[in-house]
């Protein structure tokens, strides 16, 4: 199992007062073997150089644009271990549950996905351990690769710092709710994990060739979101898994604002209604969401819509750097708007002990930390 | 000008106590004119007797469906004054802006559409006129013959029940931003009318096709609103009509959910955000929403993004009828649990006025009533 140097874990700056000290359950890093097999590629996603920059370009089509610079700059924020500390010590987040960033390894198919997880998996749990406690991990599966994620969620049984696995919403290629990934799911429920649901292909893109990644990131992901949350109630799939610990990114995505609706259509279509246990808002409460909502109004109306015990902060770093970054200054050690957004949105919410579950006591219980 | 006759106006039963003398700005029919060219189509959308049944097939690719019956049965609560005015008694409707059904003319090009549009909204004020103050009208235009519907909306002036048009996320098929819809939204702006945007097509139509019409209503709907309202912030296309009033169909959409998240992806996408007069959620308090969330958590939330001034009473009828009416029942002279659920999250705001500005007050001021 490879380590990773971890340099500055043992006296955290803490800049914020304990109010702060915050557990994010959403927010991303590309592994070392990632950024190996992204750099190894042609095809999107890929790691390349571009006139003398190392640009990240991981959207579908990303590089057949041309309103937008081709993909990002991919800086030690993304790859970094300690970039990553650096940042948590920055904005008082004591504890990080790292994922890969999307796609994941939806685009790999047959053994070498499942040693590629392996290794992935492997080099988290190692970042984990050396982390002092500050780092936790959701895992990736071969999700191309039915066998093979059944025998790596397994595993992951000895890989003692993972909490759940993160997963995009096409699963192997069909849909969550497929019949294909039942058993996956079944067992995911069976060993308490947590799915982290998280989009990545978008909906609607033929909506969005020129708004740069404006609307791409504010629409099509939160939809495609939304699409698979949807499905899974509507065809019966969670019905199958009722214990199902699912992890809807970016405060729910749009079904806080639709699920009145969804409600409404099923109770006026009988074929669904009548193959369903509960109406679909039933299923959303025992849903868990981060509280990437940017909004203090939705985030609200989230606890509203599902109580207050499954809300839990999140950030989505490495995504969503500060946009006036000087050019010589360094985005590890800058404040970011986009966290400081989410911590202001929580704070706002005038009950401090609800305050405190949001940023760290939900995810100590949920996570049995 | 086209007469119809309306029988039961003179007076009007009122079920309910004046608390419920709401004024209905989301409500369609199915003008005669439209039906006839509906009985004369072959492609969708049509009206066609199917085993013996009248049914409506508007939806987009409902015509090749195999898990439901093709399209839905059409009775007089779809094209019937009559029945619409029983169902405004039976429901505490004082006043209902009668709008065409989906999809309107956007399938009619050349000079047919200005002769139908014309006929449509001639019909439609004939029936305004008679019916004793209980009824207004959003019009129709032509929008695949652009001076058309120039020529359409200086006509309307002279149509004292109309209070503005009904139109389409695509306008003339290039989306409501595209350059070519400016000057006609610069005339309805400058005619003070409002446009009643209204969602047809469905975003992500791909994954709906095995769950009915529940997610394609859900969620296609909505999304396809959301799409529009947003490339008409992010494009700078509201910035060309400042005051343009815009009723967002379906209380807003997605928009309410997802309006943190767009005001976030914009201020980090510099492109955009530097071609913009405002925040995205700036532009959001400007426009104008029905009521129909089916929730009163995103009622309350709607309240809390844009304020309490511009939001309206709304039903959505005649769609989403009882979905339990015994076989012999008259759909006209049923409660709709679809309009209850609006008024029960009406009521459920606990604040009087609020309660009157939404059920009535509000349009009475916005439609200089």
Redesign the interface.
Known sequence: MKKILINNTKNPRRLFSSKRASIDVHTHMYLPKYMEVLKSRVDVPYVRTINDENRLVILPGEDKET??AIGRPIGKEYYDVNSKLAYMDKHGIDISCISLANPWLDFIEGDAAENIAQELNDELQGMCEESNGRLLGFATLPVKNHDACLRELERLKTLKHIKGVILGTPGAGH?LDHIGMRDILAKIEDMNYMIFLHPHYG??VE?YH??????F???GF??ET??CV??MI??GALDHVPNLKLLVA????????????????????????SNLQHSPSDYLKRMYFDAI???G??L??LI??VGSDRIMFGTDNPF??P?DLAGDEDVSSAIW??TE?VYH?INDIDDNVLVQKILRENAKQIFDL
Chains 1, 2 share one sequence.
């Open positions: 309103t937008t849909g909906v609607g909506h020129d708004t740069g990644h404006a609307l990131l504010a629409l939160p939809f939304t699409v949807s499905r509507v065809t970016h405060a729910g995505a749009a079904m806080p604002s639709l699920i009145g609706r969804l409600d409404s259509c099923v109770a006026h279509d009988y074929a669904i209604a909502a940017y909004s109004t939705n609200k109306g509203d819509h969503f750097p946009p708007p986009s957004k949105t």
